[in-house]
């Protein structure tokens, strides 16, 4: 999992069912000094994220079917909290 | 999942039965300036796109297979939907 | 794997039943000259790592989620042991 | 899935089965100018490739031993066909 | 699968069954002219390779897994076979 900022919102005409009434964000990768590094995902929202929040992504396609309870979802990267400290040593 | 563009088409000889029948797309990845990184995919279309349409790119094998409806396809990267609007702030 | 060093915590909100009750380190990833390479993980702890401590990370979803013996947890990276000697040669 | 190019074999002492009788190639990655990128896989052939050929490469494993129709194959990129035509716009 | 060299050995402190009796080898990722890339990966061995050997490296956890004969090892890197010629043309 990696730190993100959500920067923005995707629309797109996708005919998946998986993908019906499901909010894409864009999501700016985090360095640890909370820095964008440049590389993004566009994710699937679980926890109603804004433009701006911190978050933490999962990246991993398995497991964001899971998140997402389906079986089936054509999904890879989900958010699935919203950061709320970050204490680096 | 990422945003590309889609920027040729690929022929090739494969003698796996999934790709029987499927289109083959050169898929430029863009950074969130629209820009290409220099990185691609070879992609398998489900959503009739053309050269020079902006795509939303699964790049995960289970995920891809389910798209496709398909158990046993050998196949990395779909194009799920085509991309109306990118709103980044 | 790859050889780590906590760095930091994370405290996030977050609704997965999976994440209850579990600590989520940063872990830089090391290079052999266990130099920081600017790449990290966010990881669940399995071995009471603290931070400073040099740990050896698996950063794959389906290895993480048999560690954790949890058959659906949305988990990519994890600890899985203080590392005590590192002989490169 | 990449396109490739055979640019020589590997000869190895491998105890296990599934590699039994199969070809080893190593394929540089190519970008879109089909230049090679510096990347490159050992790949299993499927469709007797020979050094000099434009390949398509899945470089993932469940799709990598559906395409050898081995479920237990220790095997993640696979040379799934020869390119014919590559057309770049 | 890549090429690498074995260059060390870990020794770590781990909790998990799957890792008992394992011998972790440090393996530093070879570009095709066989110098280090500065990429490595922590492997299980299977072939009892030693420091100094040329080794063909499995990344990739389902058939890492399967390598090993282990349906739940966490783990992800495997030295699959000691490389006893490369020939790039």
């Known amino acids: 999992m990696y730190i993100g900022r959500v920067s923005g919102t995707v629309v797109a005409?996708?005919?998946d069912e998986a993908?019906?009434?499901?909010?894409?964000?864009?999501?700016?990768?985090l360095d640890l000094d909370e820095q964008p590094t440049g590389a993004y995902d566009i994710c699937v929202d679980t926890v109603q994220a804004g433009v701006g929040d911190r978050v933490l992504v999962l990246d991993e396609g398995?497991?964001?079917?899971?998140?997402?309870?389906?079986?089936?979802?054509?999904?890879?990267?989900?958010?699935?909290?919203?950061?709320?400290?970050?204490?680096?040593?």
């Open 13 to 15: 005409t996708i005919k």
């Open 19 to 29: 993908f019906r009434g499901r909010k894409l964000l864009l999501v700016d990768h």
């Open 62 to 89: 398995n497991g964001a079917r899971q998140v997402l309870r389906l079986a089936e979802a054509p999904i890879r990267a989900v958010i699935v909290g919203i950061v709320d400290e970050l204490d680096k040593q």
